[in-house]
Nanobody
């Protein structure tokens, strides 16, 4: 059974930092894509940051330069370091594992339950 468990969310003042942690069990993250998405009230879920199977990274324009995604394959854990937080970063943050099924590129996405991040102004 694959499980992704996020932690580290909470309430922070604007301009402050926060680090999210996602621990994965049941599948190895090494060689697979991992990422963070977020969903604010009344909005669709959106990509925040992604680390591909080749460990290249990409970020949403709104967080580039402020957020950093990283991974520890030995610990099967991914992180999202968030700096200079803004009230508009308030959302539920979800981690995801894009597990590569075969060499043709078929994959399956797994999701965590989400962690709330609230940034006060």
């Amino acid at each position: 059974q694959v499980q992704l468990v996020e932690s580290g969310g909470g309430l922070v003042q604007a301009g402050g930092p926060l680090r999210l942690v996602c621990t994965v069990t049941g599948r190895k993250i090494m060689g697979n894509g991992v990422g963070w998405y977020r969903q604010a009230p009344g909005k669709e879920r959106e990509l925040v940051a992604f680390s591909s199977s080749a460990e290249t990274t990409n970020y949403a324009a709104s967080v580039k330069g402020r957020f950093t995604i990283s991974r520890d394959n030995a610990k099967n854990t991914l992180y999202l370091q968030m700096n200079s937080l803004k009230p508009e970063d308030t959302a539920v943050y979800y981690c995801t594992l894009r597990f590569i099924i075969n060499v043709e590129g078929a994959y399956k996405d797994y999701w965590g339950q989400g962690t709330q991040v609230t940034v006060s102004s």
